[in-house]
């Protein structure tokens, strides 16, 4: 049985004050709920306030922190870059790699995600790799074969035993911030491609421990629904994460499922 994980992507959002109180009132909410029914929880604030929410969280092993991107490169000359190093010394153990806005807005190609993924494995943080496709994709029935090449470009060549603390997180990028989220029977379709997927190119034990997270426009009122299918492992949760109470609702929803 998969544990299932729910991670916050904050995105630019929220000064030091305010993750520290949002981290504060997770944990403290969390607190009174049943260990062994936990999710592992994920915190991903901006990188200047990783330190002080992974400090705020303390020791504990149901909930920890994740950055949301990190250099291709392990250090040197790269004016404004963060790397996995700094990133592991703040304490956090997972990195979100590949987002969408990443992959839009900044450019990002299938070259750099993949040697991301590498730093990444390399200092033993966990990989989140975010793949979906965009809209004009699925109306043109390309989207399994755009997130094949996804996990192919990213993942190929790599073994099952380097790829051991991967975490995928299914986004569709046409449900990323709009309100519009996947149908449980959407996200299950393309999660369960996605397991095939690494069943033929990694093997079926690695296939059925990989957690696959669903993301985009999850909230309170869907995630249960969304939970509930089958290959879907929990969520990476962006605007719903920003507050304490719809957070913890979604946690609420990943528990005895
Ligand atoms: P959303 O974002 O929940 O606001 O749609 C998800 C994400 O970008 O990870």
Redesign the pocket.
């Given at each position: 049985m998969r544990k299932k994980i729910v991670a916050g992507?904050w995105?630019m959002n929220k000064n030091l004050h305010e993750c520290i109180l949002l981290a504060d009132d997770i944990r403290a909410g969390l607190e009174p709920l049943p260990k062994n029914q936990l999710p592992t929880v994920i915190l991903a604030p901006a990188f200047p306030f990783l330190y002080a929410v992974s400090q705020t969280l303390g020791v504990n092993q149901s909930i920890t922190t994740s950055a949301q991107n990190c250099s291709s490169e392990k250090s040197g000359a790269y004016t404004g870059e963060v790397s996995v190093d700094m990133i592991r010394s703040t304490g956090a153990k997972y990195v979100i790699i590949g987002?969408?806005?990443r992959r839009s807005l900044f450019l990002e190609t299938e070259d750099s995600i993949r040697k991301k993924l590498m730093v990444c494995l390399e200092a033993e943080l966990a990989p989140i790799l975010?793949i979906g496709e965009k809209s004009e994709e699925r109306k043109e029935a390309r989207h399994f074969e755009v997130v094949k090449k996804q996990i192919d470009s990213a993942t190929g060549n790599l073994s099952p035993e380097i790829l051991s603390k991967l975490v995928i997180?299914y986004?569709p990028v046409w449900?990323?911030?709009?309100g519009v989220h996947a149908s449980p029977a959407q996200a299950q379709e393309m999660q369960a491609f996605i397991r095939q997927s690494f069943a033929q190119s990694k093997g079926m034990e690695f296939s059925q421990t990989l957690p696959i997270l669903y993301?985009?426009?999850?909230n309170p009122g869907n995630a249960k629904e969304l939970f509930s299918c089958k290959d879907v492992d929990g969520g990476?949760?962006?605007?719903?994460s920003l507050n304490a109470s719809d957070f913890l609702s979604i946690i609420k929803a990943a528990m005895d499922l």
């Open positions: 992507n995105k987002h969408s806005e975010c997180a986004e449900a990323i911030g709009t993301g985009g426009s999850c990476l949760i962006g605007g719903a």
